[in-house]
C-alpha cells in the first residue's frame, strides 16, 4: 500500500496513510465553530520582537491541506509528512490543518497581521509550535515558501475584527472571536475572574 499520499477519498470523507504506516480518518471541515472549547494549549509561538506571540492549540486533525492536490504534491517534494497540526492562535486563530496555503487572509488583512510561516523558519509545520519568528517573513499572497506553508498569525494582538480574512478563506480555516482573550488569558495564566485586566 502506497503512503505519504490520500489513499481513498469520498466527498465527504478521506482516509490516508503516513509513512509510519498509520491510518488516519477524517471528514473535510473547516475549523471547528466551537474553537477553543475541546482544544489544549500545546506550544507557544513567539514573535523575535519580545511582545507578540500566540498559543497553539491541538489536537489537530487531517483537513483540508491534505486533500488539496498542490499542498499534497509540495509535502511529497519536501519530504514532509502530512501529520495533523493544529490551530495558530487564539482571537486569530488560523486551523493549520485546513490551511493549503491559498494567500488571501494575508493580502486583505488592512494591518498586515499575517505572515507567511516558513518564510520566517523554514522548518516543517509541526516545528513551529514552539518557535520564535523573526518576524519579518512575507505578507505578499503569492510569498508563500511553496504549498506547505501556512499562514502565521504573528501580531494577532493587531488585529481591528474587520473579519475580512475570515470571509475570504477558500477553506474556512479562519475564526476571529474577540472574546476568546480569556482563553489565551487562561494560558497565559493572567486570565482573572474579575476582568479587571
Ligand atoms: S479580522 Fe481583519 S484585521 Fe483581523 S486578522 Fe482578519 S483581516 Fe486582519
Given amino acids: 500500500m502506497l503512503t505519504g499520499m490520500v489513499w481513498y477519498s469520498h466527498s465527504l470523507y478521506y482516509i490516508y ?3 509510519s504506516k498509520s491510518l488516519y480518518f477524517w471528514i473535510i471541515m473547516p475549523i471547528d465553530p466551537d474553537f477553543p472549547k475541546n482544544h489544549q494549549a500545546i506550544g507557544k509561538h513567539k514573535n523575535a520582537d519580545g511582545q507578540n506571540y500566540h498559543y497553539v492549540w491541538g489536537p489537530g486533525r487531517l483537513s483540508d491541506a491534505a486533500e488539496n492536490e498542490e499542498a499534497i504534491a509540495a509535502y511529497t517534494a519536501r519530504g514532509e509528512e502530512l501529520v495533523p497540526i493544529g490551530v495558530h ?3 486569530v486563530a ?3 490543518d485546513s490551511c493549503y496555503a491559498d494567500g488571501s487572509c494575508i493580502e ?10 516558513k518564510t520566517n523558519n523554514d522548518v516543517s509545520a509541526v516545528q513551529m509550535a514552539n518557535i520564535t519568528s523573526p ?5 505578499d499572497k503569492e510569498g508563500r515558501i511553496d504549498y506547505t506553508d501556512k499562514s502565521d498569525p504573528i501580531r494577532e494582538r493587531d488585529c ?5 480574512c475570515v470571509a475570504v478563506c ?6 476571529v472571536d474577540q ?4 482563553y489565551h488569558q487562561r494560558a497565559d495564566q493572567t486570565f482573572r475572574e474579575d476582568k479587571s485586566y
Fill in 17 to 19: 496513510l503516513n509513512k
Fill in 89 to 91: 492562535g487564539t482571537m
Fill in 94 to 96: 488560523v486551523d493549520w
Fill in 108 to 117: 486583505v488583512c488592512p494591518v498586515k497581521l499575517y505572515e507567511w510561516a
Fill in 135 to 139: 518576524g519579518n517573513g512575507s505578507t
Fill in 160 to 164: 481591528i475584527w474587520c473579519m475580512a
Fill in 170 to 175: 477558500p477553506p474556512q480555516a479562519i475564526k
Fill in 179 to 182: 472574546s476568546n482573550l480569556e
